[in-house]
C-alpha cells in the first residue's frame, strides 16, 4: 500500500523557516518524481514544487521561487521542502503527492500557519 505522511507543520512567524518531511513507502520512492502541493482555507489546491526522481531537476511555483528548496534522500525514501522567509499568504495544508500507476496519491497534508 503506499503511504505517504507529511510532518514538520506548525506556527511560525512572518519572516520564518520551516523545513517539511514526507515519508513514503509502499512503492519504489526512487523512480517517482515528487511534488508539494498546498492547499490554503476556501482555496483550490496550488503546486509548489517538483523533484525528478534522481533530484537533478527541481522547479518551483513563481510565488515560492528563492524562498522554498525541495530536496529528496532516496536512500531514505524521503521528501523534503525547506521553506524560507515564510509569509502569511503561505499558510495552507501542505501535501506532497506523486502520480503511481493511474492514480495520484497524496499524504494527509501538514498544517503550516505563518502568523505574528
Known amino acids: 500500500e503506499v503511504q505517504l505522511v507529511e510532518s514538520g507543520g506548525g506556527l511560525v512567524q512572518p519572516g520564518g523557516s520551516l523545513r517539511l518531511s514526507c515519508a513514503a513507502s509502499g512503492f519504489t520512492f526512487g523512480i517517482y518524481d515528487m511534488r508539494w502541493v498546498r492547499q490554503a482555507p476556501g482555496k483550490g489546491p496550488e503546486w509548489v514544487s517538483t523533484i525528478r526522481a534522481d533530484g537533478g531537476n527541481t522547479l518551483y511555483a513563481d510565488f515560492v521561487k528563492r524562498r522554498f528548496t525541495v530536496s529528496r534522500d532516496n536512500a531514505k525514501n524521503t521528501l523534503y521542502l525547506q521553506m524560507n522567509s515564510l509569509k502569511p499568504e503561505d499558510t495552507a495544508v501542505y501535501y506532497c503527492?506523486?502520480?503511481?500507476?493511474?492514480?495520484?496519491?497524496r499524504g494527509q497534508g501538514t498544517q503550516v500557519t505563518v502568523s505574528s
Open positions: 503527492a506523486a502520480d503511481v500507476g493511474s492514480e495520484t496519491k
